[in-house]
Nanobody
Framework: QEQPVESGGGSVQAGGSLRLSCVVPRYSVSSTCMGWFRQAPGKEHEGVASIYTKTGSTFYADSVKGRFTISQDNDKNTVFLHLTSLKTEDTAMYYC??????????????????WGQGTQVTVSS
């Protein structure tokens, strides 16, 4: 199983936006589940959003609802996480992951088996 590869992190001011990208080399994202997670220093992994790309079903953590959007582009074989209205508390390493059984939407961290290396998002006040 190929590992996801994230990109797009960076440093922004509060209120700003970023778009994170996730690709899985030699793997089609058109009919699978992909998830975004984050981990801030000293804190546990937090599920941010998941998408089941076959149906477009999505899940969001309460902390990001209305601010973050997970989407897919089958032509680019990429899953995106659009971050808007960023807050300082959004500062974290963001990871893309795939579950062991990607046949429906998955939201539990423990069900995700294949993780990328992460991309850092830093939000300053």
């Amino acid at each position: 199983q190929e590992q996801p590869v994230e990109s797009g992190g960076g440093s922004v001011q509060a209120g700003g936006s970023l778009r994170l990208s996730c690709v899985v080399p030699r793997y089609s994202v058109s009919s699978t589940c992909m998830g975004w997670f984050r981990q801030a220093p000293g804190k546990e992994h937090e599920g941010v959003a998941s998408i089941y790309t076959k149906t477009g079903s999505t899940f969001y953590a309460d902390s990001v609802k209305g601010r973050f959007t997970i989407s897919q582009d089958n032509d680019k074989n990429t899953v995106f996480l659009h971050l808007t209205s960023l807050k300082t508390e959004d500062t974290a390493m963001y990871y893309c992951a795939m579950p062991r059984a990607p046949y429906s939407i998955v939201v539990s961290t423990t069900d995700f088996a294949y993780w990328g290396q992460g991309t850092q998002v830093t939000v300053s006040s």
